[in-house]
């Protein structure tokens, strides 16, 4: 953990007495040029030479030895106007004063900046806990992590802010990252699930039609949540000491909104095969019954071959959110599909006359 904020420091300031300079015929210019030359160097040429393509700056400057200390550059010499050679300490003398801090701002309001390193926890646990501890009682002993989620949040260490100050977590850093991405993610995931909408509309004629289709589509988040769940409560990889979790991130929610396609295509499968079977003249259980018997193959064909196309992207450090996300997903999602679709669509069709086939 660190901050940005500045410690105390000081710095030697040289304080010429200008009566006794301007005896011994020394300017202000000389004073300066003298201590610029001796501690920061001073370049006074270039050398070139044949194998070289850039030619080489010839700095001068002292050696460490004779300017590491006051003493030492009291004992420097200034040049006066008439060839002599003047002690630096004889003409003025070096005060310490503190150095001025840097002061952050942002939106008009001085800032300063915490950081923290987290190790095998989310970002959103360590602030959860952090601001349940803002102002809060101090208990008697401290709440080890292992006891804390978000329902049962605060380490028991109490702290407060000094009057006039306020902290902001959603600002900066990861968390106002994570935020902005979740966020535009989210509408990506919405526009995916128009457009999909869209697209079942001019496929089926309906505008019911598409909504029994994409309720494949919140079947998957059923799989994904649950499923980070449990792969982090029977994983126990630790590295360095520190568990280290697989987290729901940006990358998982991508996985998220692809699988919402393969989700709607299994739903797209049975019910195409179930208004076939209609046409044809077959009872509606039986269309049903049928139709879940002979797709059953080619969705979970289409599953597994994603799933396990997946699997070496979970070895990912970045990326293995979305492969679990993908294999979570399908795997519930194809057994709601194939279970749960055709029962909605007998419970809202078998007493509405062609059974919801459209029209050709």
Not at 54 to 80: A, C, D, F, M
Not at 245 to 251: H, I, L, M
Request: aromatic fraction near 10%; glycine fraction near 10%.
């Amino acid at each position: 953990m660190d901050d940005g904020f500045e410690a105390d420091q000081t710095k030697a300031v040289f304080v010429t007495d200008k009566e006794k300079a301007a005896l011994n015929g020394v300017s202000q210019d000389d004073v300066v040029k003298t201590l610029q030359l001796s501690l920061g160097g001073l370049e006074s040429g270039a050398l070139h030479r044949p194998h070289e393509v850039n030619p080489l700056r010839v700095e001068l400057i002292l050696p460490r030895t004779q300017r590491s200390s006051i003493g030492e550059l009291n004992r420097l010499y200034v040049k006066g106007s008439a060839g002599q050679m003047v002690p630096l300490g004889e003409i003025g003398h070096f005060e310490t004063q503190p150095v001025e801090k840097t002061i952050y701002h942002k939106n008009l309001e001085r800032v300063g900046y915490v950081f923290a390193e987290m190790a095998g926890r989310a970002p959103a646990e360590a602030v959860y806990d952090i601001m349940a501890d803002l102002g809060a009682t101090a208990k008697q002993k401290e709440v080890p992590v292992s006891q804390r989620s978000y329902f049962n949040n605060g380490a028991g260490l109490n702290w407060s802010l000094p009057d006039g100050s306020r902290v902001n977590f959603s600002g900066e850093g990861e968390w106002n990252i994570t935020i902005t991405v979740f966020r535009d993610l989210g509408i990506a995931f919405a526009a995916a699930c128009i457009g999909i909408y869209i697209l079942l509309v001019f496929q089926t004629g309906s505008y019911f039609m598409p909504l029994i289709l994409m309720i494949s589509i919140p079947l998957t988040m059923i799989g994904i949540m649950p499923g980070f769940w449990l792969l982090n409560k029977f994983s126990d990889g630790l590295i360095g000491g520190y568990a280290n979790p697989v987290f729901f991130t940006a990358t998982a929610m991508i996985g998220m909104i692809a699988l919402s396609g393969i989700a709607v295509r299994n739903a797209i499968l049975l019910i195409e095969f179930v208004h076939e079977a209609l046409r044809r003249g077959v009872a509606l259980d039986e269309a049903l019954i049928q139709s879940g018997a002979v797709r059953l193959r080619p969705i979970f064909l289409t599953a597994a071959a994603a799933g396990l196309a997946a699997i070496p992207i979970t070895l990912d450090p970045i990326f293995s959110g979305l492969a679990w996300a993908l294999i979570f997903g399908l795997v519930v999602s194809t057994v709601f599909t194939l279970a749960l679709i055709p029962i909605v669509y007998w419970m809202v069709y078998h007493n509405k006359p062609g059974h919801g086939v459209p029209e050709s």
